[in-house]
C-alpha cells in the first residue's frame, strides 16, 4: 500500500505500508467513528442540566424545614428535661419532709433505736439472675435521670410502707393508752371514803363500800378516767344519776351521784372527757362522785387504778 501527498508546489512524496503498519492505520480509522459516538452521547449529560436552579431551590427548601423541625424537637426535649427535672426536685422535697415526719413520729413514740430508719436508704438484695450474670454483652442500661426517678420513687414507697406500719402502730398504742385505767375522776376534790368494809353514814352499821368517794364543789366536772362507750346513763338505785362506761378487755367503770349529765347511752366518750357533774342524787349526804372500778363483772379496788399515772 502507497499514499502520494502532494504540496503547494506540486511536489509529490509517497509514504509505502507494510502489513503491521496497515494493521495499526485501519485500528486508528475504525476508533475515530467510536470515539465520536462516545463523546456525543457523553456531551448532552451537563452538569448544569441535573443541578439547575429549580432543585437548589428544592433542597434549599427541604434543608430549611429540617433545620425547623430540629430546633422544634430539640425546644421540646429541652421542655421535657426541664418538666423532669421540676418533678425530680418536688419528689425529693417530698422524700425530705416524710424523713423529717418519719424521724419526729419514732423520737415522739419512743421506739428501738434502729427499728424505723427513715433517713438511710432502703436495705435490698437478691441472687443475681443467671441470664443477666453469663450474658456476653451488658444489659440496657437507662438514662441517669432516670434511674434517679426509679430510686426516689422506689425510697417514697418504702417510706410511706414504714409511715403506714408506724401509724398502725401508734394508733394501737394510742388506743391502748386511751383504753388504760388510770386517774381520778374529777377535776378537783378530795377523797372522802376508800374502798371496803366502813360505817354506814346513814345506819351506823358495818357495811361493804364497794368504792371511792371524792367528795367536792358541787357541779365540779366529773371526768371518764379512760376511753370507751357509754352503757347506762340514767338514774339506778342508790346511785342517783349514774354514768357507766365499758372500756373493753373485761374493764368498766361507774361514776354516781352526780347533779347533770353530759353523755347519754351510745356515746363513745375519750379519756379526760367531762360527763358529769358532781351532785347529791340517790343515797348520799353531800356533793361527791362514787367511783367504782369493774373487773370481769367483779368490783376491785380503784385506789390501784387513779395511782397509775399511764403507760
Given at each position: 500500500?502507497k499514499?502520494?501527498?502532494?504540496?503547494?508546489?506540486?511536489v509529490?512524496?509517497?509514504?509505502?505500508f507494510?502489513g503491521l503498519?496497515?494493521?495499526?492505520?485501519?485500528?486508528?480509522?475504525?476508533?475515530?467513528?467510536?470515539?465520536a459516538?462516545?463523546a456525543?452521547v457523553?456531551?448532552?449529560?451537563?452538569?448544569?442540566?441535573?443541578?439547575?436552579?429549580r432543585?437548589?431551590?428544592?433542597?434549599?427548601?427541604?434543608?430549611?424545614?429540617?433545620?425547623?423541625?430540629?430546633?422544634e424537637?430539640?425546644?421540646?426535649a429541652?421542655e421535657?428535661?426541664?418538666?423532669?427535672?421540676?418533678?425530680?426536685?418536688?419528689?425529693?422535697?417530698?422524700?425530705t419532709?416524710v424523713?423529717?415526719?418519719g424521724?419526729r413520729?419514732?423520737?415522739?413514740?419512743?421506739?428501738?433505736?434502729?427499728?424505723?430508719q427513715?433517713?438511710?436508704?432502703?436495705?435490698?438484695g437478691?441472687p443475681?439472675?443467671?441470664?443477666?450474670?453469663?450474658?456476653s454483652?451488658?444489659?440496657y442500661?437507662p438514662?441517669?435521670?432516670l434511674?434517679?426517678?426509679?430510686?426516689l420513687?422506689?425510697?417514697?414507697e418504702?417510706r410511706q410502707?414504714?409511715?403506714?406500719?408506724?401509724?398502725?402502730?401508734?394508733a394501737?398504742?394510742?388506743l391502748?393508752?386511751?383504753?388504760?385505767?388510770?386517774?381520778?375522776?374529777?377535776?378537783?376534790?378530795?377523797?372522802s371514803?376508800?374502798y371496803?368494809y366502813?360505817?354506814?353514814?346513814?345506819?351506823?352499821?358495818r357495811?361493804w363500800?364497794?368504792?371511792l368517794?371524792?367528795?367536792?364543789?358541787n357541779?365540779?366536772?366529773?371526768?371518764?378516767?379512760?376511753a370507751?362507750?357509754?352503757?347506762w346513763?340514767?338514774?339506778?338505785y342508790?346511785y342517783?344519776?349514774l354514768?357507766?362506761?365499758?372500756h373493753?378487755?373485761g374493764?368498766?367503770?361507774?361514776?354516781?351521784?352526780?347533779?347533770?349529765l353530759?353523755?347519754?347511752?351510745g356515746?363513745v366518750?375519750?379519756?379526760?372527757?367531762v360527763?358529769?357533774?358532781?351532785g347529791?342524787?340517790?343515797?348520799?349526804?353531800?356533793?361527791?362522785?362514787?367511783?367504782?372500778v369493774?373487773?370481769n363483772?367483779r368490783?376491785v379496788?380503784?385506789?390501784s387504778?387513779?395511782?397509775?399515772t399511764?403507760r
Amino acid at each position: 500500500m502507497k499514499i502520494i501527498l502532494v504540496n503547494d508546489r506540486g511536489v509529490t512524496r509517497t509514504f509505502g505500508f507494510g502489513g503491521l503498519s496497515k494493521a495499526l492505520l485501519g485500528l486508528c480509522l475504525l476508533s475515530l467513528p467510536v470515539g465520536a459516538f462516545l463523546a456525543g452521547v457523553n456531551l448532552p449529560v451537563a452538569e448544569s442540566d441535573v443541578f439547575d436552579s429549580r432543585t437548589a431551590k428544592a433542597w434549599g427548601k427541604a434543608l430549611r424545614k429540617q433545620r425547623e423541625q430540629i430546633k422544634e424537637a430539640d425546644r421540646e426535649a429541652r421542655e421535657q428535661l426541664t418538666a423532669l427535672t421540676v418533678k425530680l426536685a418536688e419528689m425529693q422535697a417530698r422524700l425530705t419532709r416524710v424523713d423529717a415526719l418519719g424521724e419526729r413520729l419514732t423520737t415522739a413514740a419512743k421506739l428501738d433505736e434502729g427499728e424505723f430508719q427513715f433517713g438511710d436508704t432502703p436495705a435490698v438484695g437478691g441472687p443475681e439472675d443467671p441470664a443477666i450474670a453469663g450474658a456476653s454483652e451488658m444489659p440496657y442500661q437507662p438514662p441517669e435521670f432516670l434511674e434517679v426517678i426509679g430510686d426516689l420513687s422506689d425510697q417514697i414507697e418504702n417510706r410511706q410502707m414504714q409511715l403506714g406500719t408506724l401509724e398502725t402502730l401508734l394508733a394501737d398504742r394510742q388506743l391502748q393508752e386511751e383504753q388504760f385505767i388510770a386517774g381520778r375522776p374529777i377535776a378537783s376534790g378530795w377523797m372522802s371514803s376508800r374502798y371496803g368494809y366502813r360505817t354506814d353514814p346513814f345506819s351506823g352499821r358495818r357495811t361493804w363500800h364497794s368504792g371511792l368517794d371524792f367528795a367536792g364543789k358541787n357541779g365540779s366536772d366529773v371526768v371518764s378516767v379512760a376511753a370507751g362507750v357509754v352503757t347506762w346513763a340514767e338514774d339506778r338505785y342508790g346511785y342517783g344519776q349514774l354514768v357507766e362506761i365499758n372500756h373493753g378487755n373485761g374493764y368498766k367503770t361507774r361514776y354516781g351521784h352526780n347533779s347533770e349529765l353530759k353523755v347519754k347511752l351510745g356515746d363513745v366518750v375519750k379519756k379526760g372527757q367531762v360527763i358529769a357533774l358532781m351532785g347529791s342524787s340517790g343515797r348520799s349526804t353531800g356533793p361527791h362522785v362514787h367511783f367504782e372500778v369493774y373487773k370481769n363483772n367483779r368490783p376491785v379496788d380503784p385506789a390501784s387504778y387513779i395511782r397509775r399515772t399511764g403507760r
